[in-house]
């Protein structure tokens, strides 16, 4: 309309704007914009309704269970009435179902915006970082992350672990807290495990005793979601599909999702954590005026325990068995149990430190620790309780198969004698040789493996030992000596 208005040509004008002539030729002659020619909503139908006669039908499948989806409901209507209904009428059903929902369905459950108050709350949660797909040196890395957000700036930390242990949420939070400087008036969790137990008699939650001591420390009051509504814990899990939204980002921009160490990673969230942060700070400052100072010293993170070893060099801690040097065996060691490690000392002095079995491992066996003892006993290893923990890799389970195929009653001894050999020259190159040998059709007999792995026994490497004939004659002097004490003796 401007160019027309200008002198331009209506053909002219038509081209600029985009439009065919005849198109424009109307706008021109109603002199209004297109905008304004636009008639009111349809209200009327172009075809008849297919679902009429069966609507009461339909309604009533939506008052029974709200929930029905359409496509669910097409598919039982073609089943009732077969080739009345086609898919290209499903969209139809869509729409209606919308319909009948916006003006007749079940109310929808309604969320409320909440007023937080500076230095007020502070709310922690557990979330699953699966889906990121992150390796640690090619190797998956199931974990989970620790989150602690500030309802009101919305200052967060992290903290990765794995599982969501006690020792994990006492680990977390007070690096949070003391990464913070500061401490809000209330903790809000979720009904955690880690941080709630069951009332036999109620039938409600309440604290743990470890929990409430955390609290108390550093005394803060504790808050937790009714069960069954984690939406009560809405700000950190918001939080929480933000945090991996803006992982998940870096990673893409890092192009791998590959680190060579766990510390590695550990460094790549705090690093987007603290840029996350950085946009809080003026809301930062405002909270830091109402919360309050920490305590002098942070509570340990760990669970102190105490575990005797038994004659099968295992102790247990919990429902989980660790296998320990069997120099230890009858001894009790001191146990402290971290979020992801187990810490054994023996007076004073550290012995291990192991990684903390969560889940459905129930146990974890190291053959370097009993293999000395086994080599001496083959025939127990048949039966050994744990004996699948023997075989380090699946070429090692492939070499044992294959000598139980070759003679049932050796195999044993073989395998034994192969598994101590990779004890005390390096899993790595017996596993190498198992591999080229199966590669080659060979048998895996222990002597050629030891050859592959240690080279031939040559004449050189055996010392020459020469024994003198032993001198008989000192024998000689003394019993000639005896024999002259008893014809003098009266």
Request: glycine share 8%; net charge positive; proline share 7%.
């Amino acid at each position: 309309m401007k160019l027309l208005q200008e002198g331009n040509p209506l053909i002219r004008a038509a081209v600029r704007a985009g439009m065919s002539e005849p198109t424009a030729r109307k706008y021109a002659r109603s002199g209004q914009m297109p905008s304004e020619v636009k008639g009111a909503p349809r209200t009327w139908r172009t075809r008849p309704d297919p679902y009429a006669e069966v609507w009461p039908e339909i309604e009533g499948w939506l008052k029974l269970d709200g929930g029905l989806e359409a496509k669910t409901i097409w598919g039982a209507l073609a089943e009732r009435h077969p080739g009345r209904f086609t898919p290209g009428q499903l969209r139809t059903l869509q729409r209606r179902v919308h319909e009948w929902r916006a003006q007749c369905g079940p109310p929808k459950e309604v969320f409320f915006p909440q007023v937080h108050r500076p230095g007020e709350m502070g709310q922690s949660d557990f979330t699953d970082m699966g889906e990121l797909a992150v390796t640690i040196a090619g190797e998956p890395f199931p974990h989970l992350l620790y989150h602690f957000v500030l309802t009101y700036s919305n200052w967060e930390a992290a903290m990765i672990c794995p599982s969501e242990s006690f020792e994990s949420l006492s680990a977390g939070l007070q690096g949070a807290l003391w990464k913070l400087g500061a401490v809000p008036e209330v903790h809000r969790t979720d009904n955690l495990s880690a941080a709630t137990h069951e009332l036999v008699e109620t039938r409600g939650r309440d604290f743990t005793k470890r929990y409430q001591r955390l609290l108390d420390h550093y005394r803060m009051r504790g808050s937790r979601n009714f069960p069954g509504n984690a939406h009560e814990n809405g700000d950190v899990e918001s939080a929480n599909g933000h945090l991996k939204n803006a992982l998940d980002q870096r990673l893409r921009l890092r192009g791998l999702r590959d680190f060579p160490s766990r510390e590695a990673y550990a460094a790549f969230v705090e690093q987007c954590v603290a840029a996350r942060n950085t946009t809080r700070g003026e809301r930062l400052a405002e909270e830091r005026t109402a919360l309050c100072p920490l305590p002098e010293r942070a509570l340990p993170s760990y669970r102190e325990l105490r575990a005797r070893v038994t004659r099968n060099s295992i102790i247990r801690i919990g429902k989980y068995r660790y296998m320990v040097p069997s120099r230890l065996i009858g001894r009790v060691l001191s146990v402290r149990l971290h979020a992801d490690i187990v810490e054994l000392e023996y007076r004073g002095a550290q012995v291990a430190v192991l990684e903390r079995l969560i889940g459905a491992d129930r146990g974890r066996i190291d053959y370097r620790h009993i293999i000395h003892s086994l080599v001496r006993k083959p025939g127990a290893f048949r039966r050994y309780a744990f004996r699948e923990a023997l075989f380090p890799t699946l070429e090692f389970r492939r070499a044992y198969d294959a000598l139980l195929a070759d003679d049932d009653a050796r195999a044993d001894l073989e395998y034994v004698r192969i598994l101590h050999l990779a004890a005390t020259d390096g899993e790595r190159a017996v596993e190498a040789v198992l591999g080229a040998l199966r590669a080659e059709g060979a048998l895996p007999q222990y002597e050629l493996v030891r050859e592959r792995v240690r080279g031939p026994r040559t004449a050189a490497g055996v010392p020459d030992v020469r024994i003198p004939p032993p001198d008989l004659s000192c024998y000689d002097r003394l019993l000639g000596s005896y024999a002259q004490q008893s014809e003098v003796a009266p």
